[in-house]
C-alpha cells in the first residue's frame, strides 16, 4: 500500500478516535475533573499552572492524535520524528497515532525524556 493510501486508512480510525475521546472528555463528572472546578482554577491560577492541572492522560492523547492528522495534511504521517525512518505498520496499526519508530520510542523511553 502507498504511503498515501496507508495514511488516509489511519485518518479515519484517528478522527474516530478523537471524536470517542471528546465525547469523554465533555462528559462533566470524570474523575476528580468538574468543569465548574477547571474555570475556577484558571480564575486562580497562571496559565502555565492551569495547563499542567489539565493534562490528564485523555488530553496527551487527543494531542498526540491531533499531530498525527496534522502529519498525515502534511505528508509526514508513519515518519519517524526522530531518525525519518517509515514506522512499520504494526505499529501503526497497534498505535496510529505513533510519533516514533519502535527503536526511537524504546530510546525516549528509556530516556524518559519527551523531547
Ligand atoms: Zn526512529
Not at 9 to 24: F, G, N, S, T, V
Not at 45 to 59: F, H, K, P, S, W
Not at 96 to 111: Q, T, W
Request: aromatic share 4%; net charge negative; proline share 3%.
Amino acid at each position: 500500500m502507498s504511503p498515501a493510501l496507508k495514511a488516509n486508512c489511519h485518518r479515519e480510525e484517528l478522527l474516530a478516535l478523537r471524536e470517542q475521546l471528546d465525547a469523554q472528555l465533555s462528559q462533566p463528572a470524570i474523575d476528580a475533573f468538574e468543569p465548574a472546578d477547571w474555570a475556577d482554577r484558571a480564575s486562580q491560577q497562571t496559565e502555565a499552572d492551569v495547563n499542567i492541572g489539565l493534562v490528564t492522560r485523555e488530553v496527551v492523547l487527543r494531542k498526540e492524535i491531533d499531530d498525527a492528522l496534522e502529519r498525515i495534511a502534511a505528508g509526514t504521517f508513519a515518519i519517524c520524528e526522530k531518525c525519518h525512518a517509515v514506522i512499520g505498520a504494526r505499529r501503526l496499526n497497534a498505535v496510529p497515532y505513533a510519533r516514533y519508530c519502535v527503536r526511537c520510542e524504546r530510546r525516549v523511553e528509556d530516556e524518559g525524556n519527551l523531547e
